[in-house]
């Protein structure tokens, strides 16, 4: 059975973050660190800083969403993954 990613990552260039979601998480991010992402690829370098683990792409997609489009879901997130 396939598992599905959420993940976070930081620009060591700016600390902008991304998110998104993949079934290969390795892949991913060195595709993202190849420039194949359009929308980041002028912040390369990107480092892996938070991943969560889904059954199914459905709920992968559906988190991914809820946090790029609900901002206190993402502030909740982001209050736990960048405690100072």
């Known amino acids: ?5 959420v993940y976070v990552l930081v620009s060591k260039k700016d600390h902008s973050t991304y998110i998104g979601y993949t079934e290969d ?8 660190n190849q420039g ?18 889904y ?9 991914e969403l809820a946090l790029k ?3 206190s879901a993402k502030e909740k997130l982001f209050s ?3 405690k100072k």
């Open 1 to 5: 059975m396939s598992k599905y990613y």
């Open 25 to 32: 998480i390795n892949k991913r991010l060195k595709e993202h």
């Open 36 to 53: 194949k992402t359009k929308s980041i690829k002028h912040k390369l370098p990107m480092v892996l800083k938070y991943i969560e683990e």
């Open 55 to 63: 059954d199914n792409k459905t709920l992968a997609r559906k988190r």
């Open 69 to 71: 489009q609900n901002s």
């Open 80 to 82: 736990q993954i960048f």
